[in-house]
């Protein structure tokens, strides 16, 4: 229930591809989604987050999607970059939860140039 | 200095070893955290304090022992560890503990337990 299940585990993109990096939950009370993205030596930064209310949310190149229904939410990068080679954790939290997020796996992209 | 920074940032020590890891941030935030990360397994939450008291213990050991004696600085003190405890241990700051409040990581400190 506490579980956020992340896919793929690694992903290779061409420069100027799409990368799409999904995540599942099953603990419908989550209503927070934040994405962070981990270079390697640093500390994983927010990326771009989403609430429930809203199916899709965009900044720049990167688009959370969301599926309430499904249960589902996943990240696109559009016209990857090399530079966007890194670890992206997808997250969820809920309300009642002390500043708990839960974090699935992990997906390591490498964009190829 | 800014955001959150770590010290040190490599640590070997054997099991009967006593250390402690450092971590300061320099956002004026009111809420640490400790993270364990691990390869290829989720980042796992192991302490949260908010206005310098714990909130959150996620079922960690006690041969992990944390204090916060202010809102700027945390430590995590390790004793008698285990090779399994091998990881990356990061340390993330927010300015409340919502669960919209972003946290700011640091680069974490890499540990290895001989």
């Known amino acids: 229930q506490q579980q956020v299940k992340q896919s793929p585990q690694s992903l290779i993109v061409q420069k100027g591809g799409i990368s799409i990096i999904n995540c599942a939950y099953e603990?419908?009370?989550?209503?927070?989604f934040p994405w962070y993205q981990q270079f390697p030596g640093k500390g994983p930064a927010l990326l771009i987050a989403?609430?429930?209310?809203?199916s899709e949310k965009k900044e720049g190149r990167f688009t959370i999607s969301f599926n309430k229904s499904a249960k589902q939410f996943s990240l696109h990068i559009m016209d990857s970059q090399p530079g966007d080679s890194a670890t992206y954790f997808c997250?969820?939290?809920?309300?009642?939860?002390?500043?708990?997020?839960?974090f699935g796996q992990g997906t390591t992209l490498q964009v190829k140039p | 200095e800014t955001g959150v920074t770590q010290t040190p940032r490599h640590l070997v020590m054997g099991m009967t070893n006593k250390k402690s890891l450092k971590c300061e941030q320099h956002l004026g935030h009111n809420a640490m955290y400790w993270y364990k990360q691990s390869a290829k397994k989720p980042l796992e939450l192991m302490f949260v304090y908010s206005l310098e008291e714990r909130v959150e213990n996620n079922s960690v050991p006690s041969r992990f022992s944390p204090e916060c004696p202010n809102s700027s600085h945390l430590f995590l003190h390790l004793h008698t560890l285990q090779p399994e405890d091998s990881a990356l241990y990061l340390c993330?700051?927010?300015?409340?503990?919502?669960?919209?409040?972003?946290?700011?990581f640091g680069p974490g400190t890499r540990l290895l337990v001989l």
């Open positions: 997250a969820a939290s809920r309300a009642s939860n002390t500043g708990k997020l839960i």
């Open positions: 989403i609430r429930p209310d809203v």
């Open positions: 603990n419908t009370a989550f209503d927070y």
């Open positions: 993330a700051s927010s300015q409340g503990t919502g669960r919209v409040e972003t946290q700011y």
